[in-house]
């Protein structure tokens, strides 16, 4: 077992205006002068001579005023964007290099766009007169039609050919990206007009009248009374949760609601919608199979939740029991692309009401206020009744799951239960948040996700979690937070450079390796199909571990300017490590790795 001492803190840009000039003189201190009146608070960046006029702007005209966030690879930089605007509701911006740079952050962006994260990617571009390009690299990273790349799975692009629609093509981006549903949008800046002399002045005064979103989408009131009276008239609701929590008054409402109807709370994660430790909540549980009503609130995929898969078949049997009615409340068929099937599969709805459910919310819970009012007491009895119910089956699967942990508590390697256990005795004293990975859901069973900034939501698979971590860390830097990353090594494998960025920024992110040193969920589909084809199942390992050599997780962290401590294969000492890194965040405000050795699943 390694420790490291405490690394100096880097000394970061001071934020002062350092141009020699205090009014535009190129067509980049326009963009930036529109940029300005975004309010946006940071940049995040992997070098680029086709925004290079953008840069100097940004760095000199307008003196550090957007922090920019270097980060080793454009996928980072999108993912960091895309995990401050979960955490902070608010859109940052992140520039990609030309064509090149572009394409390799577009899986970043195509995250984003399922995420519903707001994000403002910019590029350079061109130049487009093609005069002024220079032989061979400015042909090679240029295309005609540049947003065509990621223009499937953006709101909205664009590549303004004048330095007067520059402001306003800007403006339309971030109000894009900031509509509900929420989204990134990408604007391509031409290097030409980026490195042009302005011959007169461009406004950009109007930019941030012309940037704000709209109000939010209101449901329609008569839609909206009919499935408030759907909803009260079950005996047996449950409602299911993905999007709800990005508005963060929304974690309360809908407890007021589950507690006033009567009603069962199924959260998939997708954002933090619902405190776990309410005995109203079922997540993880078989509550829809007994449901008469099932609510989904901003749902997406509706299959997942309510339906058992048979994963080598690939079949999908619902488990909505016969005459289960269906209600919908969300944004529904709004925002989705021609393009990615990330809208799922449709279950036909009773009732559905397209709305924002940061308004429609409140108002339905005002709806069933009046209805029940005039509740009898017969009736009071049924719902009291199915909540003690709901409150039996949270107890029994809470208790299930404590007992478990509790029971694989001394296995070598440490099991994940007991990884998330040990973890969690050491973030409870602490103002924590949890980034994006949840140790295969251990930690939604055991921790107390207690307040709505506890969790922005679960990652989106492999080679997101640590970008996207960065952005929550990010978020929260400055508020006293211990931010907590638990990070697969599979993950961390895709994006190893970005501890870097943690490293260089001073963001206070304690990580815990989940180390199974493996591709475990790819491994656990080569061993079912081997049992099924009858083919060796201790060959499916073979593409799928992360070993021969196993790397040094803590060794690479210290590296990169982490305090590190591991590998740590005894269960009995991860608390004891993690409390020590723990405390080194707390103390410096910078970041800490322990790397835990745990089992595959």
Avoid at 166 to 187: D, N, S, W
Avoid at 309 to 326: F, H, I, K
Avoid at 335 to 359: L, R
Wanted: charged fraction near 20%; charge should be negative; include cysteine.
């Amino acid at each position: 077992m390694t420790t490291t001492s405490e690394p100096p803190a880097p000394a970061l840009e001071p934020a002062v205006n350092h141009a020699p000039y205090d009014q535009p003189v190129w067509g980049s201190d326009v963009m930036v002068d529109a940029l300005r009146q975004l309010d946006l608070p940071y940049i995040a960046l992997n070098p680029g001579s086709s925004f290079r006029g953008l840069h100097d702007s940004l760095v000199n005209y307008a003196g550090d005023e957007m922090q920019m966030i270097e980060c080793p690879h454009e996928k980072i930089a999108v993912a960091l964007a895309h995990g401050y605007a979960k955490a902070s509701g608010k859109p940052m911006g992140v520039i990609l290099h030309d064509l090149v740079g572009l394409l390799q952050g577009t899986m970043g962006v195509y995250y984003a766009y399922i995420d519903r994260a707001p994000v403002l990617v910019l590029g350079g571009s061109g130049p487009a007169d093609q005069s002024r390009r220079r032989p061979y690299i400015d042909w090679i990273h240029s295309a005609n039609v540049q947003g065509q790349a990621v223009r499937e799975f953006t709101k909205w692009d664009h590549e303004p050919r004048s330095i007067s629609s520059v402001p306003e093509v800007l403006a339309r981006a971030y109000r894009v990206a900031t509509t509900g549903p929420q989204g990134p949008t990408y604007v391509a800046l031409d290097a030409g007009l980026q490195e042009d002399q302005l011959t007169e002045p461009v406004p950009v005064d109007h930019v941030a009248a012309l940037a704000a979103a709209p109000s939010p989408v209101a449901p329609d009131p008569v839609t909206l009374r009919a499935l408030a009276e759907e909803l009260c008239a079950a005996r047996r609701p449950v409602m299911v949760l993905a999007y709800p929590g990005r508005d963060p008054e929304s974690f309360g409402t809908l407890v007021e609601l589950a507690e006033l109807v009567g009603i069962g709370a199924l959260d998939t994660h997708w954002r933090l919608n619902f405190p776990n430790r309410h005995p109203l909540c079922v997540s993880d549980t078989n509550a829809v199979d007994d449901a008469d009503c099932v609510l989904f609130v901003d749902v997406k995929d509706m299959v997942k939740p309510t339906h058992r898969t048979d994963r080598l078949a690939r079949r999908n049997v619902s488990r909505l029991a016969p005459g289960c009615r269906v209600l919908s409340l969300g944004f529904a068929d709004m925002g989705i692309s021609s393009w990615s099937e990330d809208y799922a599969q449709i279950i036909p709805a009773d009732h559905t009401v397209a709305a924002d459910t940061a308004v429609a919310l409140p108002l339905l819970l005002a709806e069933c206020r009046a209805i029940l009012a005039g509740d009898d007491l017969e009736r009071a009895a049924e719902r009291e009744t199915w909540k003690a119910s709901l409150t039996d089956l949270h107890e029994r699967t809470s208790s299930g799951w404590a007992q478990e942990a509790a029971a694989k508590a001394g296995e070598t390697p440490v099991s994940t239960a007991q990884l998330a256990a040990a973890v969690w005795e050491v973030v409870q004293e602490h103002d924590w948040v949890l980034t994006a990975g949840t140790a295969a859901d251990w930690a939604l069973r055991l921790w107390d996700f207690d307040v709505p900034h506890r969790h922005p939501g679960k990652q989106l698979g492999t080679a997101t979690q640590i970008g996207i971590s960065l952005g929550v860390a990010l978020a929260h830097k400055g508020t006293g937070r211990l931010v907590v990353d638990l990070q697969p090594d599979g993950d961390l494998m895709f994006d190893v450079g970005a501890l870097w960025v943690a490293s260089r920024y001073q963001l206070p992110m304690l990580t815990v390796m989940f180390n199974n040193r493996a591709y475990y969920n790819d491994w656990e589909h080569q061993e079912r199909l081997a049992e099924q084809r009858g083919t060796p199942v201790d060959r499916a390992h073979i593409g799928m571990a992360i070993a021969t050599p196993e790397p040094d997780f803590a060794a690479i962290a210290k590296g990169f300017g982490w305090w590190a401590e591991g590998p740590v294969t005894d269960p009995a000492q991860v608390a004891d490590a993690v409390r020590r890194a723990a405390a080194h965040v707390m103390a410096t405000g910078g970041p800490a790795l322990v790397d835990v050795v745990c089992q595959p699943k």
